[in-house]
Structures are given as structure tokens and as C-alpha cells.
T-cell receptor
Framework: GNSVTQMEGPVTLSEEAFLTINCTYT??????LFWYVQYPGEGLQLLLK?????DKGSNKGFEATYRKETTSFHLEKGSVQVSDSAVYFC???????????FGRGTSLIVHP | DSGVTQTPKHLITATGQRVTLRCSPR?????VYWYQQSLDQGLQFLIQ???????AKGNILERFSAQQFPDLHSELNLSSLELGDSALYFC??????????????FGPGTRLTVL
């Protein structure tokens, strides 16, 4: 079956540091890949997505590239802000499956 | 604002009781998903409805049930509540055409506390 593995958190960084959150997946076929973000006290919201190999999703300074050869979709940001503190979820959705698969989430804490 | 609404925002009840959580999907979305989020289990998929019919089941306990009504709103019923049922319950909807295919839009959640 499908699965998503994310790096364990929390990830603690200083403002303006470079961020990488690793995500690898197992799926049949060619899934769509997503990063969702959950700010404190809120529901998840879509951050970015990629639907085919080598696609790069980007939003709010965050980027992730769909790497089929390494089955990865790592999230990166060049300079984090305190306001980026949240929990980040990697997810995939396969064609023909109605249920998306989520990783366990990675908490990011950014200090001023 | 995702366009998905959930009520109530908070719910405090006692063990053995029954509660109903309500969700209204984004306008035009036919699919509704229910998730449970707890510290130790992460985000767990419970059940999905599509246009009034159950489409997929996940890790949903027999004490829990759901339905989707003709106006597409959905309710999650939790009965014989236990302390371990304390969690955040999220509803999400999807069903838009390209480019939002397969994207999920989450509501703000209902925090359930069982005492």
C-alpha cells in the first residue's frame, strides 16, 4: 500500500536559516504529491503540490521537487521566518484511490 | 478561509456519552472526509463520503458512524465515548475540477475532550 515517511521533529531553526524537511514515499503508479501546513489552532491547508515527475511546486518561498528516482518530495525554504512555525505534512494521492496518505507531520519552530 | 465549516469548535463531555460533529463542505465539493488527529496517532483517516454515499473507510471504530445528507453537509457521530477519544476531529472536502483535483480543503476542526 501507499505510505509517506517524514523526518521526525521538532526542527528548530533561527530566523533566516535554510530549511529542509525530508519526505519519501511508497506508492504504485504516479501519485500526486502535496505539502500541507497546519498553523497552531488551525486546520491543515495546502502549501504546494506537484503532479508528475520533475515538477516543482512552490508557494510563499517554499519549494519541493517531485523526484521519482528517489521517491522523494523534500520541502525547502531559503530563509525561514518566525511566522513559518507550524506543523508540515507531506501527503500523496494515487489515481484510483480516494484516500490521501499523510505523513506523521514535522513540527517546525523558528526562533527570532 | 478554506470554505469548510465545522461545528462546534470545542466539545467537552463525559465518558459513555454520545456527540455529533457537523461539517459543511466547500461550495460545489461532493466529497467529505473525516480525520482524527491526536498527539500519539497523528492524522488518522476515518471515513469518506461522496455525494451522499460512503466511499471509503479507514481506521474508524464501530462506535463511530457518519453520514452525508442531500445538501452535502456531513455529521460524525461518536458514541460510548472513552477518554482515548479525546482528539481534534477534522473534516475536509474535495471534488473540484482541475487544477484542484485531489486537493483537500480542511475545516478548522472540533476539539473533543472526554472527561
Amino acid at each position: 500500500g501507499n505510505s509517506v515517511t517524514q523526518m521526525e521533529g521538532p526542527v528548530t531553526l533561527s530566523e533566516e536559516a535554510f530549511l529542509t524537511i525530508n519526505c519519501t514515499y511508497t506508492a504504485t503508479g504516479y501519485p500526486s504529491l502535496f505539502w500541507y501546513v497546519q498553523y497552531p489552532g488551525e486546520g491543515l491547508q495546502l502549501l504546494l503540490k506537484a503532479t508528475k515527475a520533475d515538477d516543482k511546486g512552490s508557494n510563499k518561498g517554499f519549494e519541493a521537487t517531485y523526484r521519482k528516482e528517489t521517491t522523494s518530495f523534500h520541502l525547502e525554504k531559503g530563509s525561514v521566518q518566525v511566522s513559518d512555525s507550524a506543523v508540515y505534512f507531506c501527503a500523496l494521492s494515487s489515481r484510483g484511490s480516494y484516500i490521501p496518505t499523510f505523513g506523521r507531520g514535522t513540527s517546525l519552530i523558528v526562533h527570532p | 478561509d478554506s470554505g469548510v465549516t465545522q461545528t462546534p469548535k470545542h466539545l467537552i463531555t463525559a465518558t459513555g456519552q454520545r456527540v455529533t460533529l457537523r461539517c459543511s463542505p466547500r461550495s460545489g465539493d461532493l466529497s467529505v472526509y473525516w480525520y482524527q488527529q491526536s498527539l500519539d496517532q497523528g492524522l488518522q483517516f476515518l471515513i469518506q463520503y461522496y455525494n451522499g454515499e460512503e466511499r471509503a473507510k479507514g481506521n474508524i471504530l464501530e462506535r463511530f458512524s457518519a453520514q452525508q445528507f442531500p445538501d452535502l453537509h456531513s455529521e460524525l457521530n461518536l458514541s460510548s465515548l472513552e477518554l482515548g477519544d479525546s482528539a481534534l476531529y477534522f473534516c475536509a472536502s474535495s471534488g473540484g475540477g482541475p487544477p484542484h483535483y485531489n486537493e483537500q480543503f480542511f475545516g478548522p476542526g472540533t476539539r473533543l475532550t472526554v472527561l
